[in-house]
């Protein structure tokens, strides 16, 4: 939502924000103090917060005499005197359940429902995520509007020589070649399958590519078994999570950026990677096809898969050059602004204004 609420902003939204007050100082620096509200500070305990959404965020709407009440996360106050739009990220705790925790996979099923039921307007990221949303949970696909995200062209650009040279001495690669992953170490990005294919694809390489996995650690304990099935002559690298200004210079000067994940809602690193120039290897699940169209190269979710695809990757610079110009034309065709300007209608529907 950082980089939506800006646009909505620019395109004339009359916004007013309620966060937690640990992020009213950002929001503030981006829109302006009379645009924010902090809500108590007790909500940063998580079953506060949902008490508080249920009793307060209605009396605060009322209170600033809001048209529409976004809530951009699944949940919503049931007694709203407003109309109630919100945002569904994924369908994946019905259609992936093993990926998700029970309580975590209960809480989203039911409020999922709840909020398709209830809401006056839904909004999904993909064109995929409402078809599955109709399919498995009941969605009206009339009431359910679909605002592809954005990407944001100051984090997420093509590279410079001096971006790729900082990237690669912060990671001790020296002049290597690597294969990226950028993303939360979690079981439905399928990244132990990734490494496996990578050692694979790696195998009888005189000089093969290191496996640069980024992001946050998660909770795949997978991800430790695989990557302590690395053979000593092959080179993974687990960083963490990378500055921000580092990630142009780290997704644009892989060889391959890798993301087979099991399903996504929107795909947001595919888009991020394509607008670095990067060469993308992705599967055709649930949303990803849509996001990266023709320019990105395609895989199974098996380690075999990836292994088989990522080595002819790898074996055809010409490819990857062809999917390197593709790739950033595909991401021009995604904006916040665009995203805005489906918020607008579904908040003006929603007031019973279309």
């Given at each position: 939502m950082d980089e939506l609420l800006p646009e909505l902003v620019a395109a004339g939204t009359d916004l007013v924000v309620v966060c937690q007050p640990r992020d009213a100082g950002s929001y503030i620096g981006a829109l302006g103090a009379e645009r924010v509200l902090a809500a108590p500070a007790w909500v940063a305990r998580r079953p506060l917060r949902l008490v508080w959404e249920q009793v307060g965020l209605p009396r605060l709407a009322r209170r600033v005499a809001a048209d529409v009440l976004h809530c951009p996360h699944y949940t919503m106050p049931l007694a709203a005197r407003v109309p109630v739009v919100v945002t569904l990220h994924d369908a994946t705790f019905f259609t992936h359940p093993e990926l998700h925790s029970p309580v975590k996979r209960r809480f989203f099923r039911a409020w999922t429902r709840v909020s398709l039921r209830r809401a006056r307007r839904c909004i999904v990221p993909s064109?995929?995520?409402?078809?599955e949303l109709v399919r498995v949970a009941g969605a009206r696909a009339d009431r359910v509007d679909v605002a592809h995200h954005g990407v944001d062209r100051r984090t997420f650009h093509a590279p410079d020589a001096d971006e790729q040279a900082a990237v690669r001495s912060a990671l001790d690669l020296g002049d290597q070649t690597y294969v990226a992953f950028l993303g939360t170490l979690e079981p439905r990005k399928n990244v132990p399958a990734l490494v496996r294919g990578w050692i694979a694809a790696s195998r009888g390489r005189p000089e093969p590519p290191a496996l640069v996995l980024a992001g946050g650690e998660g909770?795949?304990?997978?991800?430790?078994?695989?990557?302590?099935?690395?053979p000593a002559e092959l080179r993974l690298v687990r960083p963490g999570y990378l500055p921000l200004g580092e990630l142009a210079g780290f997704l644009g000067g892989a060889e391959v950026v890798a993301y087979p994940s099991l399903g996504e809602g929107f795909g947001l690193p595919v888009l991020e990677a394509m607008?670095?120039?990067?060469?993308?290897?992705?599967?055709?699940?649930?949303?990803?096809p849509e996001v990266a169209g023709d320019a990105a190269a395609y895989t199974g979710t098996t380690a075999g898969e990836i292994g088989a695809d990522l080595a002819r990757l790898l074996d055809d610079p010409?490819?990857?050059a062809e999917l390197r110009v593709a790739?950033?034309?595909?991401?021009?065709?995604?904006?916040?602004?665009?995203?805005?300007?489906?918020?607008?209608?579904s908040y003006a529907a929603a007031a019973g204004r279309v």
């Open positions: 064109r995929a995520t409402r078809d909770w795949d304990p997978d991800v430790d078994v695989a990557a302590g099935e690395v607008a670095c120039g990067a060469p993308v290897l992705t599967t055709r699940l649930l949303s990803l010409a490819q990857r790739a950033r034309r595909r991401a021009d065709e995604f904006s916040w602004a665009a995203c805005a300007r489906v918020h607008q209608k």
